[in-house]
C-alpha cells in the first residue's frame, strides 16, 4: 500500500507539488487510485461521499469556501476531512484559505499545491496511481522499441539478446531495459515495461563491460517504459525441431493475465538475427492494420487448388461422356 510520503517523493516533479500544512501526515496510506472534488461534499450533501479518497480543490470549491462564513466553513470542511483522508491537493496555484489549512493540520492532513489544472492534476494523479498500484512482476530479458513496436527479447544467457538490442539501436531504434524489465499493467490489458532507476538506460556487453547507451548514441536512443506488444525468444538452432515455416498459427505468452503474440527466433551462424527481429515488428504493425501476409497466401493457395480441382472434375466429366 502506497503511503503519502512515497507519493510525494516520488511524483512531486511530474505533479509540481508544494508542502503547504500536514507534514506530520506524510505516513498516512493511500489505500485507493481514486481522486475526487468536493464538490456537493461541500454542501453538507455526504451520502455519497468517500473519505478515502484523495481531494482535490479547484477554483470552484476555493471561491465557494471563501464564500462562507468562518464558522459554516469551518463546519462543512469538519463534514468531509477526516482521519481517512489521505492527503488534499489545491490545483491552479490558488491560495488554501486559512480554515483548509487550520482544518488539515488539525486532522494531520498533507495539504499541498500545484500550479497543473484541476482536470490536469486529476488524470495525471489518476494514471499515476493506477501504474503504481497495477499488477506487477520482473522478468529477465531485454525491452526495445523497433519501428513503434515494444519488443522483449528473451532467450538463454550468452544467447545474445543484448547483442541485438545494441545492433538494433544502431539501425536508430530504443533500448528501454536490458537484462531485467519490469513489468506492469495499465488501462486494463496494456502491458508495459521499464528498467531499475539503478540500471537504466545500460547495458551489459560480454567482452566490453558496462556501456551507458544514452551517453553513445544520444537520449534519442532511450526511453523510459513502452508498451510489450510482442515477444521474440531466442534459442540455438535444432535440427530436430520443426521450425513453423508459414506463420498461420500465432502463439501466444500470458503475462500477468495479459495475452501477448510470441515469437521463436532460431539462431545459427551466417543468420542476420538484428534484420529478422525488425522484419517481425513489422509484421506485427502490418497485422494489427489487418494485414497478415500468411494468412492472404493461404487464402490464394486454397483458391488455387480449388481452381485445379475444378478444372480436374470438369476434364473426368468430359471423359466420362465421351466414353458413355
Same mark, same amino acid.
Given at each position: 500500500?502506497?503511503?503519502?510520503?512515497?507519493?510525494?517523493?516520488?511524483?512531486?516533479?511530474?505533479?509540481?507539488?508544494?508542502?503547504?500544512?500536514?507534514?506530520?501526515?506524510?505516513?498516512?496510506?493511500?489505500?485507493?487510485?481514486?481522486?475526487?472534488?468536493?464538490?456537493?461534499?461541500?454542501?453538507?450533501?455526504?451520502?455519497?461521499?468517500?473519505?478515502?479518497?484523495?481531494?482535490?480543490?479547484?477554483?470552484?470549491?476555493?471561491?465557494?469556501?471563501?464564500?462562507?462564513?468562518?464558522?459554516?466553513?469551518?463546519?462543512?470542511?469538519?463534514?468531509?476531512?477526516?482521519?481517512?483522508?489521505?492527503?488534499?491537493?489545491?490545483?491552479?496555484?490558488?491560495?488554501?484559505?486559512?480554515?483548509?489549512?487550520?482544518?488539515?493540520?488539525?486532522?494531520?492532513?498533507?495539504?499541498?499545491?500545484?500550479?497543473?489544472?484541476?482536470?490536469? !492534476?486529476?488524470?495525471?494523479? /489518476?494514471?499515476?496511481? =493506477?501504474? &503504481? @498500484?497495477?499488477?506487477?512482476?520482473?522478468? $529477465? *530479458?531485454?525491452?526495445?522499441?523497433?519501428?513503434?513496436?515494444?519488443? !522483449?527479447?528473451?532467450?538463454? /544467457?550468452?544467447?545474445? =539478446?543484448? &547483442? @541485438?538490442?545494441?545492433?538494433?539501436?544502431? $539501425? *536508430?531504434?530504443?533500448?528501454?531495459?536490458?537484462?531485467?524489465?519490469?513489468?506492469?499493467?495499465?488501462?486494463?490489458?496494456?502491458?508495459?515495461?521499464?528498467?531499475?532507476?539503478?540500471?537504466?538506460?545500460?547495458?551489459?556487453?560480454?567482452?566490453?563491460?558496462?556501456?551507458?547507451?544514452?551517453?553513445?548514441?544520444?537520449?534519442?536512443?532511450?526511453?523510459?517504459?513502452?508498451?510489450?506488444?510482442?515477444?521474440?525468444?531466442?534459442?540455438?538452432?535444432?535440427?530436430?525441431?520443426?521450425?513453423?515455416?508459414?506463420?498461420?498459427?500465432?502463439?501466444?505468452?500470458?503475462?500477468?493475465?495479459?495475452?501477448?503474440?510470441?515469437?521463436?527466433?532460431?539462431?545459427?551462424?551466417?543468420?542476420?538475427?538484428?534484420?529478422?527481429?525488425?522484419?517481425?515488428?513489422?509484421?506485427?504493425?502490418?497485422?494489427?492494420?489487418?494485414?497478415?501476409?500468411?494468412?492472404?497466401?493461404?487464402?490464394?493457395?486454397?483458391?488455387?487448388?480449388?481452381?485445379?480441382?475444378?478444372?480436374?472434375?470438369?476434364?473426368?466429366?468430359?471423359?466420362?461422356?465421351?466414353?458413355?
Amino acid at each position: 500500500m502506497l503511503d503519502v510520503a512515497h507519493f510525494f517523493k516520488n511524483y512531486q516533479r511530474d505533479l509540481t507539488l508544494q508542502l503547504v500544512a500536514g507534514g506530520e501526515g506524510l505516513k498516512k496510506k493511500i489505500k485507493t487510485p481514486e481522486v475526487h472534488r468536493p464538490g456537493l461534499g461541500l454542501t453538507g450533501f455526504l451520502k455519497t461521499y468517500s473519505p478515502d479518497r484523495i481531494l482535490i480543490f479547484g477554483k470552484a470549491e476555493i471561491l465557494y469556501l471563501r464564500e462562507l462564513s468562518l464558522e459554516l466553513s469551518r463546519v462543512r470542511l469538519d463534514g468531509i476531512l477526516t482521519q481517512k483522508t489521505p492527503l488534499v491537493i489545491v490545483s491552479r496555484r490558488l491560495v488554501p484559505p486559512q480554515e483548509l489549512i487550520a482544518s488539515c493540520k488539525k486532522r494531520r492532513i498533507p495539504l499541498f499545491r500545484s500550479p497543473l489544472t484541476t482536470r490536469d !492534476l486529476s488524470s495525471r494523479i /489518476s494514471s499515476l496511481l =493506477k501504474r &503504481e @498500484t497495477s499488477p506487477a512482476m520482473t522478468c $529477465h *530479458g531485454t525491452l526495445v522499441e523497433a519501428f513503434g513496436v515494444g519488443v !522483449l527479447i528473451q532467450g538463454d /544467457s550468452a544467447i545474445g =539478446k543484448s &547483442e @541485438t538490442a545494441l545492433g538494433l539501436i544502431e $539501425h *536508430g531504434h530504443r533500448l528501454i531495459s536490458d537484462d531485467i524489465v519490469q513489468i506492469g499493467v495499465r488501462e486494463g490489458n496494456i502491458l508495459e515495461g521499464s528498467g531499475p532507476e539503478l540500471t537504466r538506460h545500460l547495458m551489459e556487453i560480454r567482452g566490453i563491460g558496462i556501456i551507458n547507451v544514452a551517453h553513445l548514441y544520444g537520449a534519442v536512443c532511450v526511453r523510459d517504459r513502452k508498451s510489450i506488444d510482442l515477444i521474440v525468444k531466442l534459442e540455438a538452432w535444432d535440427d530436430r525441431h520443426f521450425y513453423d515455416r508459414v506463420g498461420l498459427e500465432e502463439k501466444y505468452c500470458e503475462m500477468l493475465g495479459v495475452k501477448v503474440p510470441i515469437h521463436l527466433l532460431p539462431l545459427k551462424p551466417g543468420r542476420d538475427v538484428v534484420l529478422l527481429l525488425e522484419t517481425i515488428a513489422l509484421n506485427h504493425r502490418l497485422k494489427k492494420r489487418g494485414l497478415d501476409s500468411a494468412k492472404e497466401f493461404n487464402t490464394k493457395l486454397l483458391q488455387a487448388i480449388a481452381k485445379k480441382q475444378k478444372k480436374q472434375g470438369s476434364r473426368l466429366q468430359s471423359i466420362l461422356r465421351e466414353k458413355g
